[in-house]
């Protein structure tokens, strides 16, 4: 005798066997049976693990709950062959009716690139193979120096010329500067802050960093700063600048790099117009010229012989959408001096 149920259920029946007996001609055999089914649960069907910043590993976890009569056999798993994904916990074998087992897995990307894999399970179900789409997103931080380099000029001793750089985040995640540092301390030359450090900075935001030259000495003189991230990637501003010491008279200008004397933005941020106001020792032929903090060239203007003493231009800010701006002061017998400003629309 065979059951062969066709769904869920209890099931009754009769075998009646008739023989040549003259006392028992007919026998009747009673018969029962209940259908069963399992029934395998996925939640959720697909795993996104979503933006994960790199190097890092996150863990998630999928719910594997039968709903059937019947418990259900888990033959295999199988995970395709993709490195980013990898498998915490696959002990369940078995899952018995109305229980839940978990299925643990991990995504560890390796670069800022999007991964794609599956999950793959056979059981002894009517339908026995079982596909788990994954994916995940790596997100990674990048730094950038804007601008790369900062050349000071020539600048009396005994006086301070200051100059401004950005730290950048150009990549898709945050990235937390753990210090900034000299690799030589003692120099001519340092940085303050407006935000303490260690800070974050947000994808697409940058932190600025004020720099000043302080001679003491007169010659040419350098400096690096080394910016290090908390992942301990690092990057290096290098930073010059010319001392000149003052002679005992004339001008008290001994060298033509001190033909500017003073450098300035108003307002600053501006939310439109803003002026640059300039100084000069002596008259000399000067081009202004406006660039971003990637260095990209937005304007350029030619000046013309400006007098001795002091000027006020007005800057074209119209055009510009909002960020940060280095204004630059080229003078024909002088290396350029440049000022930053902030734009806010």
């Given at each position: 005798v065979t059951f062969l149920p066709t769904s869920v259920g209890s099931y009754y029946g009769m075998l009646i066997v008739s023989g040549d007996d003259a006392k028992n001609p007919i026998d009747t055999l009673y018969l029962k049976g209940s259908g069963i089914n399992s029934a395998l649960s996925i939640t959720p069907a697909s795993l996104n693990f979503g933006q994960v910043p790199v190097p890092s590993t996150v863990l998630d976890t999928i719910l594997l709950s039968n709903t059937g009569t019947a418990s259900v056999n888990i033959l295999s798993y199988r995970l395709s062959a993709y490195a980013a994904f990898g498998v915490v916990d696959s002990s369940a074998k078995q899952i018995a009716p109305n229980q839940t087992a978990k299925l643990i897995l991990s995504f560890s990307p390796a670069g800022p690139i999007l991964y794609s894999g599956t999950m793959t399970l056979t059981t002894d179900e009517a339908t026995p193979t079982r596909i788990i789409n994954l994916s995940g997103t790596g997100i990674q931080g990048a730094l950038s120096l804007a601008p790369s380099s900062i050349d000071f000029g020539p600048v009396d001793t005994g006086k301070t010329a200051q100059m401004a750089d950005f730290i950048h985040n150009t990549g898709s995640a945050s990235i937390r500067i753990a210090s900034l540092a000299f690799k030589k301390p003692g120099s001519a030359f340092s940085y303050t802050t407006k935000t303490a450090i260690p800070a974050n900075i947000a994808?697409?935001?940058?932190?600025?960093v004020d720099l000043s030259f302080a001679p003491r000495l007169g010659g040419a003189q350098s400096a690096d700063l080394l910016v290090t991230m908390a992942d301990n990637t690092t990057a290096s501003l290098a930073m010059q600048g010319t001392g000149v010491?003052?002679?005992?008279?004339?001008?008290?200008?001994?060298a033509p790099g001190a033909i500017v004397t003073a450098l300035g933005i108003v307002p600053n941020p501006t939310h439109g117009a803003a002026a640059c106001e300039v100084t000069l020792a002596m008259p000399d032929v000067v081009r202004l010229i406006i660039i971003d903090a990637t260095g990209r060239e937005f304007m350029a203007e030619d000046l013309g012989t400006l007098?001795?003493?002091?000027?006020?231009?007005?800057?074209?800010?119209?055009?510009?959408?909002?960020?940060?701006?280095?204004?630059?002061?080229?003078?024909?017998?002088?290396?350029?001096?440049?000022?930053?400003?902030?734009?806010v629309r």
């Amino acid at each position: 005798v065979t059951f062969l149920p066709t769904s869920v259920g209890s099931y009754y029946g009769m075998l009646i066997v008739s023989g040549d007996d003259a006392k028992n001609p007919i026998d009747t055999l009673y018969l029962k049976g209940s259908g069963i089914n399992s029934a395998l649960s996925i939640t959720p069907a697909s795993l996104n693990f979503g933006q994960v910043p790199v190097p890092s590993t996150v863990l998630d976890t999928i719910l594997l709950s039968n709903t059937g009569t019947a418990s259900v056999n888990i033959l295999s798993y199988r995970l395709s062959a993709y490195a980013a994904f990898g498998v915490v916990d696959s002990s369940a074998k078995q899952i018995a009716p109305n229980q839940t087992a978990k299925l643990i897995l991990s995504f560890s990307p390796a670069g800022p690139i999007l991964y794609s894999g599956t999950m793959t399970l056979t059981t002894d179900e009517a339908t026995p193979t079982r596909i788990i789409n994954l994916s995940g997103t790596g997100i990674q931080g990048a730094l950038s120096l804007a601008p790369s380099s900062i050349d000071f000029g020539p600048v009396d001793t005994g006086k301070t010329a200051q100059m401004a750089d950005f730290i950048h985040n150009t990549g898709s995640a945050s990235i937390r500067i753990a210090s900034l540092a000299f690799k030589k301390p003692g120099s001519a030359f340092s940085y303050t802050t407006k935000t303490a450090i260690p800070a974050n900075i947000a994808v697409g935001d940058s932190l600025e960093v004020d720099l000043s030259f302080a001679p003491r000495l007169g010659g040419a003189q350098s400096a690096d700063l080394l910016v290090t991230m908390a992942d301990n990637t690092t990057a290096s501003l290098a930073m010059q600048g010319t001392g000149v010491v003052k002679s005992s008279g004339g001008s008290g200008v001994s060298a033509p790099g001190a033909i500017v004397t003073a450098l300035g933005i108003v307002p600053n941020p501006t939310h439109g117009a803003a002026a640059c106001e300039v100084t000069l020792a002596m008259p000399d032929v000067v081009r202004l010229i406006i660039i971003d903090a990637t260095g990209r060239e937005f304007m350029a203007e030619d000046l013309g012989t400006l007098a001795e003493g002091s000027h006020t231009i007005q800057l074209a800010t119209n055009n510009l959408p909002a960020g940060a701006y280095f204004v630059r002061i080229q003078c024909a017998t002088a290396p350029s001096m440049q000022t930053h400003f902030i734009l806010v629309r």
